[in-house]
């Protein structure tokens, strides 16, 4: 077995194992235990007590963190021509459209996101296959099919993200960069954990958070009390 570094040691010294934290304290202690040289991101996972194999259980939806994400999000409106102009003024990245679906019929998908039009939907649809393995198909219930597409790009651009939960019943977020204070982590954490509260299916039974763990790329898991959040 290896040993600890002196980093990893100073980390381990850290954390008691089998102890919940308080969000606020999570949110505090995940900084200090980060040692990595870059901005590292900030993940969230939220286990919850449901069955995401029956549609009356999936829990899906989207939530705007009052601090943004801290990344660069690219964004591409592919959308009619009078919206374009809109579109760009809003900050998205790419804008058109046929140029656009030939490209990422070609394989190109260099983006983050993609926000389209329902009267789109049509040329849109078909790159369901290649779109839709990379999370990037648009899709209504996530705010990427609208007529406003301006407002759609402003809200991605300002930390507008969407997220579901997986097939083993876990919903996992990037909810910002450890360079933010642990404030700003604090209230990004909450909102997107509260947003989930709301969004409870009225078939799951016992408890609907199960567990919630936070933590930085490279770093462990910080286990939170789900009761000092509700």
């Not at 995401?52 to 964004?75: C, D, E, F, H, I």
């Not at 070609?106 to 779109?131: A, E």
């Not at 597409?149 to 809200?155: C, E, M, N, S, T």
Request: with cysteine; net charge positive.
């Amino acid at each position: 077995m290896s040993k600890l570094t002196k980093n990893q040691k100073a980390v381990a010294d850290k954390i008691e194992v089998g102890k919940a934290y308080t969000l606020k304290e999570a949110s505090e202690l995940v900084k200090e235990i980060t040692t990595t040289k870059f901005d590292a991101s900030l993940d969230i996972d939220v286990r919850l007590g449901v069955d995401p194999r029956k549609a009356n259980q999936m829990v899906r939806g989207v939530v705007t963190l009052p601090n943004g994400t801290g990344k660069v999000v690219r964004v591409l409106a592919l959308c009619t021509p009078d919206q374009e102009a809109a579109a760009k003024e809003a900050g998205a990245d790419y804008v058109g459209l046929d140029e656009y679906i030939d490209k990422i019929k070609q394989g190109w998908t260099d983006v983050d996101v993609i926000i389209t039009m329902p009267s789109c939907m049509g040329k849109v649809g078909p790159l369901g296959r290649v779109l839709g393995p990379r999370g990037l198909m648009p899709n209504p219930k996530s705010g990427t099919v609208t007529m406003d597409v301006a407002k759609a790009v402003k809200d991605v651009k300002a930390g507008k993200i969407d997220f579901k939960v997986d097939k083993t019943g876990i919903v996992h977020a990037s909810i910002g960069k450890i360079s933010f204070s642990s404030e700003k982590i604090y209230e990004n954490a909450k909102e997107f954990i509260q947003t989930i509260i709301k969004l409870k299916p009225a078939a799951a039974k016992g408890a609907y958070i199960k567990s919630i763990f936070i933590s930085s790329t490279m770093s462990k898991g910080i286990k939170v009390d789900p009761k000092s959040v509700e």
